[in-house]
């Protein structure tokens, strides 16, 4: 191994985040550093390479063709040691045993079942434990010791935890067919000051994002029906009984039509979160799978299909 090789070596992850989010903040979070250090490791990997990888466009970074060249090798060589890695943690009695995840209902069709199916096909000695609840019972269930890993949405900041941002997906105004707002391309929040709402009930987030949009925009909600299952809700709602703030649906929503939201604020960030401590070796390469898969497995599970 060359001498510049071995100086890049610790640099390619930087440039690999980069190269799949797109922007330095979503870069930073993945590999949890400061976005300054991003910045400066990428114009560092330039120097060392005597050729530039990054190039600014006004106050965003962007690849240039020689950074381009390089990422599917730095990918690569990536893969390669967390492969490493991840074999060595396998041979290990602890990489074998129970993981427990807790997690809020509208992660619990798609998203969480792929994290667990790939973790599986790494580790296919493990068993899972899965606790499905409101956000506050996620965050509690760390807590207390009961789950190794909670999913949620808002994301979790406080001392003591760790947080990785998985994904950030658009809500929508969800009305039943023939509504006065049915047929919008698009509506602000504040359009729905009269209407009645159905809505998850509080301590969900989906409460949460429901109660700070209608704050933002000047008006306490009507509720008129306040439940802890989306598909619940949306059938109130085809029924003609309200509107709904929800995620949009993958299946479609039948009877029902979901209208963008034009707030900036209209959206959901979705993350996992655990104790800042001494992970198991289970939760470890868990956590491992999360930092190297879970945004693509999470917006794959999120995105809408057909069939």
């Known amino acids: 191994m060359d001498v510049t090789t071995r100086q890049v070596l610790p640099m390619l992850p930087v440039l690999v985040a980069l190269a799949e989010t ?10 949890q550093i400061p976005q300054s250090t991003v910045s400066r490791t990428l114009t560092r990997l330039g120097k060392e390479l005597g050729v530039p990888v990054v190039e600014r466009h006004g106050r965003a970074l962007r690849l240039t063709p020689a950074g381009e060249a390089l990422v599917p090798h730095a990918a690569a060589a990536i893969a390669a040691a967390g492969a490493g890695v991840e074999a060595v943690r396998s041979r290990e009695a602890g990489a074998r045993g129970t993981i427990t995840l807790a997690f809020q209902s509208t992660l619990g069709e798609r998203v969480v079942p792929a994290l667990v199916k790939t973790f599986l096909q790494e580790h296919p000695g493990a068993t899972f434990e899965l606790i499905q609840t409101s ?46 707002l049915a047929t919008r391309p ?54 003609g009984l309200g509107v709904c703030l929800a995620p949009r649906d993958p299946h479609g929503a039948p009877g029902c039509a979901e209208i963008p939201i034009t707030d900036p604020e209209a959206v959901r960030h979705i ?37």
């Open 186 to 239: 698009k509506v602000a929040f504040e359009e729905t000051a009269s209407e009645t709402f159905i809505c998850m009930k509080p301590g969900y987030g989906m409460r949460t994002y429901l109660d700070d949009l209608a704050a933002t925009a000047g008006f306490s909600p009507m509720i008129g029906f306040a439940g802890d299952d989306l598909a619940t809700l949306r059938g109130l709602v085809s029924a």
């Open 22 to 31: 797109g922007q330095t903040t979503a870069a930073a979070d993945i590999l």
């Open 271 to 307: 993350g996992a979160c655990w104790l800042d401590q001494p992970p198991s070796a289970l939760a470890a390469s868990f956590q491992a799978l999360l930092r190297r898969r879970g945004r693509r497995l999470t917006e794959i599970g999120l995105r809408p299909h057909h069939g």
């Open 135 to 180: 956000r506050p019972r996620c965050l509690a269930t760390l807590d207390e010791g009961t789950a190794e890993i909670a999913f949620v949405s808002p994301l979790a900041e406080r001392p003591g935890l760790t947080t990785l941002r998985l994904h950030t997906q658009p809500l929508v105004l969800v009305v039943p067919h023939g509504h006065r």
